[in-house]
């Protein structure tokens, strides 16, 4: 039997080439070997997008479309939408009373997220939770294997101590522990250098931009400022151009070679930007072609069935816990007589 | 039109006279009158109950016998169990971003029952959170009455708070302010005469109670120490036996010249523990004759039916609100096709 893995989402804006680098690629890979659910997390997105929900909603099917585009097959991966899984919630009311508030504000990852987010005074409740949130997303598919960054590593962490404390506390082992996958890549820069390829930075590639609009990207791209003539000898470290062939282009000694010479003198920022345009742009085409051939009712449609085959399993394992804790009165009855 | 009145309780254990002076005559009273949902909330009283679930599952046949044996009528008033209403949780999900951490820490009911509870440095996320849970219930059945003690007045004003900014962030008003109704009840003495009658404190007064633990319970009552001999003056006032021919004995006017009699001395302890017994036991006779009358399979027939009935008018609101922050993906067809 294929190992569950479970990756997602937050559906705030287009995917780019550091989703493309940081997940979307290792997905594609995972999808043939792993039963794959892939969640479209809006219910955690509103934890800080609460105040700018249509941001949200108009992000997933563009986040779907993105996921079809770069090569992820419904058939072999479950793409679902968070709200449509009710069980979801229900598991986090259950998980709450196992997590102290004090566990919570000692999480690394939540302390630094809400000092950057400028919440102030007022963290939403809802914010401070979402690791319990996740940990409900990752048990209630009994995800063997989560995909993560280091910094999701607490994440992982807090949904095991989970587990355990209800298995032990409710005599079960209905709930699993899953295994935290560090992502291989390392975290793509964005175009302007100065940090990681982010939307709300206005410094990606998005896997939607036009030929245009990815050609004029690669020309503000930030090289070694002090690189100012073709014989100057130019820095490799921090240079972007760079980091995106490291990423995209697949040979790898060539890249190589060319970063030699750029570091003795003697190759120019053009020569290495329209290498670099002709690789993204082989890369992007075919994914820009699939994505403009996708319309909003199929997607709707991948959609409504991967998240129902995501709440018949996550049905499941509700109706367990449930039933550890004894709370199923009526069976399943209410349900199957709606 | 009747309005809408929300009341419940925390099925941790049988219901007592406090319960009847308290809460359930005036419910009795209501039902004619409002139309009246009373929850069972069990996923509440989880919130600190989770090491003990099975005192909160057990005690809700119980509650519910309690229910009709004073005189609550399934036709008058729904009765359901919060827990089998999953958009209870998904409401509280979505009402999470919208009340700060700080703003939950404040509540001083809350951080009354905190000290009390003893929970130390680990404070249940899920116990701090109950009043947003609160605020779910209140405003899925869009209560527009909710009676409660004093010390819920923070509850009302949080849920309206939520309610309010709800409307205000995504432009509706789908949402209901509520009016907490103050009963006019003081709370029940314990038989001890130290603290309110509770089931914890065991110095309660069962609905369950046989006759004779009731004429027992009566013998033990706190009166006044100092009241030695019959002919001694008395003191009226902390005597429990009057505290409760206050709150049970039709006839206001002979308790009124009892205390008179007492307090001037001439009166026993023995003929007041007389006359409170026979008040009790033409009482609590037909409620305890009415609650064996009653068998498991018909209370959960009954709360079958008030759940289904409850669910689908919290089905109706989850749905506005939804729609309101705009995540209605599927339209209703996801929960229709299931």
Redesign the interface.
């Known amino acids: 039997m294929r190992k569950v893995a479970l990756t997602g989402d937050r559906p705030t804006g287009n995917l780019h080439l550091g989703h493309l680098a940081g997940s979307l690629r290792s997905r594609v890979e995972m999808q043939s070997s792993f039963d794959q659910y892939i969640m479209l997390a809006?219910?955690q997105a509103?934890?800080?997008y609460?105040?700018n929900?249509?941001k949200?909603?108009d992000s997933?099917l563009e986040v779907i479309a993105d996921y079809l585009a770069v090569g992820l097959d419904p058939e072999l991966s479950t793409i679902f939408?968070q709200?449509?899984i009710?069980?979801l919630?229900?598991l986090?009311?259950?998980y709450?009373?196992?997590?102290?508030?004090?566990?919570?504000e000692r999480n690394p990852t939540v302390k630094a997220e809400i000092a950057q987010k400028k919440?102030g005074?007022?963290?939403?409740?809802?914010?401070?939770?979402y690791p319990?949130?996740q940990a409900s997303d990752i048990t209630a598919f009994k995800a063997e294997i989560v995909p993560v960054g280091e910094d999701q590593l607490p994440m992982i962490e807090l949904s095991n101590e989970i587990v355990r404390r209800f298995n032990r506390?409710?005599h079960t082992n209905c709930l699993k522990e899953s295994t935290a996958h560090l992502s291989k890549t390392t975290r793509l820069v964005g175009i302007d250098g100065k940090a990681k390829a982010s939307k709300s930075l206005n410094n990606a590639i998005f896997l939607s931009d036009s030929a245009e609009l990815v050609a004029q990207k690669v020309q503000t791209m930030y090289t070694d400022p002090g690189h100012i003539k073709i014989s100057d000898p130019g820095n490799v470290e921090g240079n972007v151009v760079f980091a995106y062939l490291d990423a995209f282009h697949d040979n790898e000694e060539e890249i190589s070679s060319l970063k030699k010479k750029y570091s003795q003198g003697g190759l120019g920022d053009t020569v290495l930007k329209s290498l670099l345009n002709d690789t993204l742009q082989k890369l992007l085409q075919p994914i820009r072609e699939k994505r403009e051939s996708l319309n909003k009712k199929d997607l709707?449609e991948i959609?409504?069935v991967g998240?129902?085959k995501a709440?018949s399993v996550a049905q499941k394992t509700l109706y367990e816990v449930?039933s550890a804790?004894?709370?199923n009165?009526?069976d399943k009855?209410?349900?199957r007589?709606?």
């Not at 709450?96 to 919570?104: D, F, G, I, Q, T």
């Not at 005074?121 to 939770?129: D, H, I, Q, R, Y």
């Open positions: 809006d219910v509103l934890t800080d609460f105040e929900s249509r949200v909603v997933i939408i709200s449509q009710p069980e919630s229900e986090t009311m259950y709450m009373n196992l997590v102290s508030l004090s566990r919570l919440f005074e007022s963290v939403p409740a809802g914010f401070l939770c319990i949130s506390i409710y709707l959609c409504y998240t129902n709440k449930k804790i004894g709370i009165f009526f009855s209410l349900n007589r709606n």
